[in-house]
């Protein structure tokens, strides 16, 4: 399989527009129906991953490689570039120029091309989600999900042409006023590792429909997933010069913020590279989206129905190794549903850990070494502070050898847990769920509203009073009742708050539209009377309508 996942060097080739870069083109070695299906030995040598600047694949002019693992084996499976200083300039001006051409672009045919890339994205799910698995570890129907959910962004961005309708009033006799939204220019898209597809879709496709162009710069741990999809977008009709991406950590990063050239700035990652980008980028006048770190609580009332309770946790607390920027990651038990810890352990040990290619795991490796590490270390020190290991899950070793090296955590649970463990008061990202428990619905909320995070939060119950209640009182920027990945379909927006979001308008949906776009309002007067006006200038502000 590796052999066709390694890249094929094509030719020299001069791009459309003056790079100053000898470029060389690549391919990507997988397509819609030929794509890893399993682990690489030891001995497989690594794919490469390319550029891609000008609907072109290219392969850096390399200053520094980073090794991407596979998180199951820790074998090295592809390399990845920090792109060159040249290379950034190279895919900025790219964008800056094809910004020109696309924003002519007419709205319907904007809409023609995304309904094709929503159906390309469709046809190449299993491709993507392969990719996803091999470089981020997750489970293969988990990584679908991964897909689906920035696919179901991509097909919201299809209703571009009823989302962009602009405003029209007649203000006054024969004087019209128009309200229409234009695109800002170059947008600068900084992702995470832990969605490899969906959060590169949770602006890629707004972005498009609105008229922008983009520079994409993908997690450096797994760009697979983002290869693919602007190979896709291409395929779907987007010129060449609107999606660019390039890779790298700080330097590339910096470029994004530092260029005039890029108007606005979505983040999505942890607190320090958040804060980072939104206040150094905020700080000469770009727009910044930024989804940061979360701790996501769970209340549950004795009243609810209890097996599914279970199912829903465990599902939410252990799906994704617990590296969903939404898992539930503190249980808050009310009244006696503490008494039920017992039962949570149990389904959770059923819960599988292994490869992502193994149909029957539940949950696949942390990202790298480090995390597992730090997450070990982290239920270590929660311990020593008073906290109880009811479920642990340090010890697992898989079975197969060559798994053996990879980053597995089983489920663990921690009960007895308090504010200034560590457990508590950091974002662990791992399949660690910490149990506090409280007497009453009201203490519980009090509770959740101490925490400065605001991604998620959900009740389980069977009353409605209660959730009436806790709708209300919970300050928190997406709540479930019943539900306990609360994250609505792109209709709406991603609302995280408080310490989670950075920024006044969250992505996608109306305030994703919002955010890619500017207003201009164009007022006009075309006298459809005789002019009975007496004819000098008018030096004061009207008084009459
Ligand atoms: P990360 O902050 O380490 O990396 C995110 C991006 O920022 C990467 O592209 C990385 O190269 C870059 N980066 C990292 N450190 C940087 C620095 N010091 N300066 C400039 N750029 C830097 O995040 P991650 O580990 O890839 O992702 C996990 C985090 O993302 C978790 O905290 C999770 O909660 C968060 N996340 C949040 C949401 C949300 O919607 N709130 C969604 C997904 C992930």
Not at 44 to 49: G, H
Request: with cysteine; glycine share 8%.
């Amino acid at each position: 399989m590796l052999s066709s996942l390694r890249l094929t060097i094509l030719s020299n080739q001069r791009s459309s527009i003056r790079l100053a870069t000898a470029i060389r083109r690549l391919n990507l070695g997988t397509t819609a129906t030929s794509y890893p299906t399993k682990h690489t030995g030891v001995n497989d040598e690594p794919y490469i991953t390319p550029s891609f600047i000008n609907n072109k694949f290219i392969k850096s002019e390399l200053s520094e490689w980073f090794d991407i693992h596979d998180p199951a084996t820790n074998h090295v499976v592809s390399k990845v570039p920090q792109s060159t200083p040249q290379e950034l300039e190279d895919a900025i001006t790219s964008a800056h120029e094809a910004f020109k051409i696309w924003k002519e672009y007419s709205v319907i045919k904007r809409q023609g091309i995304a309904f094709k890339f929503v159906q390309l994205l469709r046809e190449n799910m299993d491709r993507i989600a392969s990719v996803i698995v091999l470089e981020q570890g997750k489970t293969f129907p988990d990584a679908k999900g991964d897909v689906l959910r920035g696919l179901q962004v991509a097909e919201a961005a299809c209703n571009i042409t009823n989302d962009f309708k602009g405003e029209t009033l007649e203000v006054s006799t024969d004087m019209e006023t128009k309200l229409i939204r234009e695109p800002l220019g170059v947008v600068g898209s900084i992702c995470p590792f832990n969605f490899p597809a969906m959060v590169p879709l949770w602006a890629l496709p707004v972005v498009l429909a609105t008229g922008n162009t983009t520079v994409i710069k993908p997690s450096e741990r797994v760009p697979g997933a983002a290869m693919i999809i602007c190979e896709l977008a291409a395929q779907a009709g987007v010129p060449p010069g609107v999606i660019n991406i390039v890779h790298g950590k700080h330097e590339t990063v910096n470029k994004i913020i530092e260029d005039p050239r890029i108007k606005a700035i979505t983040f999505v990652g942890g607190d320090k590279a958040g804060k980072y980008i939104y206040e150094k980028a905020s700080a000469l006048g770009k727009r910044v989206q930024a989804n940061l770190g979360a701790k996501n609580h769970l209340i549950v009332l004795p009243d609810t129905d209890k097996k599914r309770f279970i199912n829903a946790l465990n599902g939410a607390a252990f799906g994704a190794a617990g590296q969903r920027c939404m898992a539930i990651s503190v249980l808050v038990t009310v009244g006696k549903t503490k008494e039920w810890v017992a039962d949570i352990i149990a389904d959770a040990k059923k819960l599988r850990v292994g490869s992502g290619f193994d149909p029957s795991s539940d949950l696949g490796p942390l990202i790298n070494p480090t995390s597992l590490t730090r997450s070990k270390e982290i239920i270590a020190d929660s311990v020593a502070a008073g906290a109880t290991l009811a479920l642990d899950g340090t010890k697992f070793v898989p079975s197969e050898e060559r798994f053996q090296k990879g980053n597995f955590l089983g489920p663990t649970i921690l009960t007895d847990v308090k504010p200034g463990m560590r457990c508590y008061d950091e974002e662990i990202f791992a399949p660690v769920l910490s149990v506090v428990n409280v007497d009453t619905l009201e203490e519980a909320v009090d509770f959740v509203n101490k925490n400065p995070y605001g991604n998620g939060v959900s009740l389980f119950t069977h009353s409605g009073p209660a959730a009436q209640y806790f709708t209300k009182n919970i300050e928190c920027g997406q709540v479930g009742v019943n539900v306990p990945i609360p994250v609505p379909l792109p209709m709406f927006s991603f609302t995280g708050s408080k310490a989670s979001f950075l920024g006044d308008l969250n992505f996608y949906g109306k305030n994703g539209l919002m955010f890619l776009t500017k207003p201009k309002t164009i007022t006009t007067l075309w006298k459809v009377d005789e002019i009975d006006e007496e004819l000098k200038p008018s030096t004061s502000m009207p008084v009459q309508h």
